[in-house]
């Protein structure tokens, strides 16, 4: 069976590489909603339609589309998440995507509506909630468990067996090391390296070592 048209949320940065990862997989793109582009109808955003702001998709039926979440994901805030929420409960699905260059295994599982990235690496029986962002070129080891609307950012390594609840940041370029959990709505900052367990909403920001003072 054919895949849906989409409907593009979002005209910002990450929108940009979603849209991208559109073209990749071939799924056709009927239009992009956004409130910057609520007065805008009729024009054109990177090549395709603009259909307004998000009140205009209720002009779409919701069982003849997908929805593809272009709004990205920073520490602490949770505009993406509500979108989702908002949208889904009007009756609406987001598509699952995964980039053409993704390496993912075929024992993951992925919850409707997340995104793996351009060169991500998804090992053996992960799981992956649903609205999740698995961001670029970042490595997710076996049997790791992440929960709903977590980013994991572009760089981060997760070794294997780590359980991530609901809401988590991990920054660029962290690293967790095996079996760690991380608590509903914890924030891991950008070169962080993860020994132990998070409790819930705890923020652990790394820092450099300092260079030795010169005698």
């Known amino acids: 069976m054919n895949a849906p048209p989409v409907i593009l949320l979002g005209a910002g940065g990450h929108a940009k590489v979603v849209l991208d990862l559109l073209r990749f997989t071939g799924r056709t793109v009927i239009g992009v909603c956004d409130p910057i582009l609520e ?27 997908e929805l593809a979440n272009g709004v990205g994901s920073l520490p602490g ?22 980039h053409p260059s993704a390496v ?6 992925l919850g409707r509506g997340a995104q793996v990235m351009a060169g991500c690496v998804v090992q053996a029986d992960v799981q992956i909630g649903e609205g999740t962002l698995v961001n670029t070129a970042a490595h997710i080891d076996h049997d790791c468990q992440l929960g709903r609307h977590v980013h994991i950012a572009p760089g981060a390594v997760l070794s294997g067996g780590i359980r991530i609840a609901d809401n988590v940041h991990v920054g660029p370029n962290v690293t967790i090391i ?38």
């Open 77 to 98: 805030q949770s505009t993406r998440h509500n979108l989702h929420e908002r949208i889904i409960a009007l009756g609406y699905r987001f598509a699952t995507l995964v």
């Open 178 to 215: 095996q079996g760690v959990t991380i608590g509903t709505g914890a924030i891991i900052g950008a070169g962080t390296t993860v020994l132990h367990d998070l409790p819930e909403y705890h923020q652990l920001i790394g820092q450099a070592p300092r260079s030795p003072t010169p005698l």
């Open 104 to 109: 993912l295994s075929e024992s993951a599982i």
């Open 39 to 65: 007065h805008k109808p009729g024009g054109l955003w990177r090549g395709i339609p603009v259909l307004g702001g998000d009140n205009d998709l209720l002009s779409h039926v919701a069982d003849t589309v």
